[in-house]
């Protein structure tokens, strides 16, 4: 009976050791941390009505590409959500402050309702960080004008990687190339609104 005893008690401080050393992970997200300044004007109305993510890249994991063409998933560095959610989010918040404009959207559901002066089709083709490189952003977009004809438009980009160690690096690369890829929806939607950005 004791020596039952204190086996259990031997497992229980095994098990007990492997939780303390376990690495919980840590959660980010693309969305900036600052409010947003107010916007002045309620035009151009923009939705953004849809947007594909390959599978690959539709999970929790932060995804690293290295040397061989290979995929690793960062199972210490996650998503706070789904990015099918969080990537159309963003690109508004930045089409609204570019355009100086309240009445940008994303809509997956009930568009319909939303009377748009432009919709917005974003597909993304790869969003990942190349490591020891930059982060990777090719992003085609498909902008349907209400008044006018419809344009194609894509976005690649690489935004290099800064100095240092912090694990938050890459995902601030992956919101400078959104951040970029917004501006050229932005400009698109400027010239045919016979505009200009705001500053």
């Known amino acids: 009976m004791k020596r039952k005893i204190l086996h259990c008690a031997l497992l229980m401080s095994v098990l007990l050791g492997a939780c303390g050393t376990t690495v919980l992970p840590v959660y980010y997200s693309l969305e900036d941390q600052a409010m947003s300044v107010a916007l002045r004007a309620a035009t151009p109305r923009v939705a953004i009505v849809q947007v594909k993510i390959p599978d690959a890249l539709d999970r929790p994991q932060l995804l690293i590409r290295s040397a061989g063409n290979r995929l690793l998933l960062s199972e210490q560095r996650r998503w706070a959500e789904p990015l099918r959610y969080e990537i159309p989010r963003v690109v508004a918040d930045d089409l609204g402050r570019l355009l100086d404009s309240s009445g940008v959207a994303a809509l997956p559901v009930d568009v319909d309702r939303f009377a748009a002066d432009f919709r917005v089709q974003l597909d993304v083709q790869r969003l990942d960080v190349v490591a020891g ?32 160690d912090d694990p938050a690096v890459p995902v601030a690369a992956l919101r400078r190339a959104l951040a970029r890829a917004a501006a050229d929806i932005a400009n698109e939607i400027s010239r045919q609104n016979g505009g200009t950005l705001a500053k």
């Not at 085609?140 to 690489?158: D, F, H, I, P, Y």
């Open 133 to 164: 490189q930059g982060a990777d952003l090719d992003l085609m977009w498909l902008l349907e004008a209400r008044q006018g004809k419809a344009k194609v438009g894509r976005s690649t980009l690489r935004e290099p990687l800064a100095a240092g």
